[in-house]
């Protein structure tokens, strides 16, 4: 059974970090390039960043540029989101996905609440 569990999200304020995680199973994760995506109330999804199967590929929205960092440990089969100097901006839920050729596999998400 495949699985994505993300978790990590919460409220901070303005300036604060967080660390996203996602869990995966029931799938070759270090096959999978992996990605962050957001959605808050009332906008569109927006692909927040993403990792392809050489930790070395990455790529950011350039409103995250610099705060930040995506990264995957294929050991335990997850991939995080390192959040720095988080804005009110950066309020929606964050999912993330696994992509290999025409598999896309979606996790539930998990909420981020920045205050200012």
């Known amino acids: 059974q495949v699985q994505l569990v993300e978790s990590g999200g919460g409220s901070v304020h303005s300036g604060g970090s967080l660390r996203l995680s996602c869990a995966a199973s029931g799938f070759t994760f270090k096959k999978y390039a992996l990605q962050w995506f957001r959605q808050g109330v009332g906008k569109e999804r927006e692909l927040v960043a993403a990792?392809?199967?050489?930790?070395?590929?990455?790529i950011y929205a350039d409103s995250v540029k610099g705060r930040f960092t995506i990264f995957r440990d294929d050991v335990v089969n997850t991939v995080y989101l390192q959040m720095n100097s988080l804005q009110p901006e950066d309020t929606a839920m964050y999912y993330c996905?696994?992509?290999?050729?025409?598999?896309?596999?979606r996790g539930q998400g998990t909420q981020v609440s920045v205050s200012s």
């Open positions: 990792i392809g199967t050489l930790s070395s590929d990455t």
């Open positions: 996905n696994a992509v290999h050729g025409s598999e896309i596999y």
